[in-house]
């Protein structure tokens, strides 16, 4: 359940009626081959179309499948065509080339995006924690009780940079553990098997790997995922997934953005108290393979209520979080013009 799994080129079809051309699509967007996309396209052909870009991870597509699935985009009047690419910066890449008419990313894409130069805005959220929590390996589970004790230690992340390890050095400036204190191991997104056998003292991990670790007698250091967790020791949400659009647009998109989010918003609220089962039903088979259905139904209905907020509303303060992590880490210039990239005027706090 990585979010950059390679996905097959694949095109989903909501209806036979509303069914497109194969041959056709693909030439269409002949100039991004290389971004690895499959489609899903939804609704009536008398509807206003619209093309979503996003990662293919199943808990970040998952209220907008959702919402497709329960006719709220439909009672919009749009037609929805969800574009699944191999990770949000090739979602984000598909926005600013203009194969897509939306991209929904997550937050340290989009601003990352946006210092280099990248014309977009984003106006609304759907997610506000990210999916990974810091776990202390088996070995490591009685010596290592806090972030202080991960001086000296080595510690796995999937990449340098990336959202995990910029938020382990943010923990770690917090907890006045200096980041040469720490070894860094670059371990990729499934590092499971490096924590269990102690390789690694802690890491960066997702779920499952973060309930298989406590089986096996690992512990939880801080669990992003969990929102009593992100208030008690970051202070509240952390932006997570979210939508951008380009900022030219803004004028003419302005209307259909409005009734984008307020599908969206129907959809989240809807699935906070839905059976798992719809959430599940309403993805695509070919994203639940092997044990992925199972694992998914326990990590949504422990999670759900963390992970997703009721209102698509921008958090500002979860997004400078967001800021302050990627600038401990070095990734982002000391000023960020936030008031340009969060538009927060499609949807009013």
């Known amino acids: 359940m990585s979010c950059c799994d390679d996905k097959p080129e694949l095109i989903w079809e909501r209806k036979p009626d509303s069914r497109v051309n194969r041959r056709g699509l693909l030439k269409g967007t002949a100039g991004l081959a290389g971004l690895g996309f499959m489609t899903r396209t939804t609704g009536a052909k008398t509807q206003e179309t619209v093309r979503l870009a996003f990662c293919s991870q199943l808990l970040c597509v998952t209220p907008y499948e959702f919402t497709r699935a329960q006719g709220f985009f439909e009672e919009e009047g749009l037609s929805v065509e969800l574009v699944y690419t191999r990770g949000g910066n090739a979602a984000m890449q598909a926005l600013v080339g203009g194969a897509v008419d939306y991209a929904a990313t997550s937050f340290d894409v989009a601003v990352q995006a946006f210092v280099n130069g990248a014309a977009i805005r984003r106006f609304m959220t759907t ?18 009780t806090g972030l202080a004790d991960l001086e000296g230690k080595t510690v796995g992340v999937s990449a340098l940079g990336n959202a995990d390890h910029t938020m382990l050095l943010y923990l770690l400036a917090e907890a006045g553990v200096g980041a040469d ?59 997570f997934m979210g939508v951008a659009y380009r900022s030219e647009e803004r004028e003419e998109r302005l209307d259909q953005m409005k009734r984008l989010a307020r599908a969206l918003e129907r959809g989240l609220r809807a699935q906070r108290t839905a059976p798992i089962s ?72």
Not at 218 to 237: C, P, Q, S, T
């Open 127 to 144: 997610g506000r924690l990210p999916l990974f929590a810091l776990a202390v390996g088996p070995n490591e589970a009685e010596e290592i």
């Open 181 to 239: 204190k720490v070894n860094f191991a670059v371990l990729g997104p499934n590092l499971f098997e490096a924590l269990r056998r102690g390789q690694v003292a802690a890491g960066m991990v997702q779920e499952p790997a973060l309930t298989l670790i406590v089986e096996e007698g690992g512990k939880v250091l801080f669990n992003a995922m969990d929102i009593a967790d992100a208030e008690r020791v970051l202070g509240g949400a952390y932006e």
């Open 278 to 349: 719809a959430l599940r039903e309403a993805l695509p088979a070919e994203l639940l393979v092997g044990g992925d259905a199972e694992r998914f139904d326990d990590i949504v209905s422990r999670y759900r209520e963390s992970l997703y907020p009721e209102s698509v509303a921008i958090d500002v303060e979860a997004c400078r979080r967001v800021v302050d992590a990627l600038q401990t880490g070095g990734v982002l210039p000391p000023e960020v013009d936030l008031a340009t990239l969060l538009d927060t005027g499609v949807v009013p706090v």
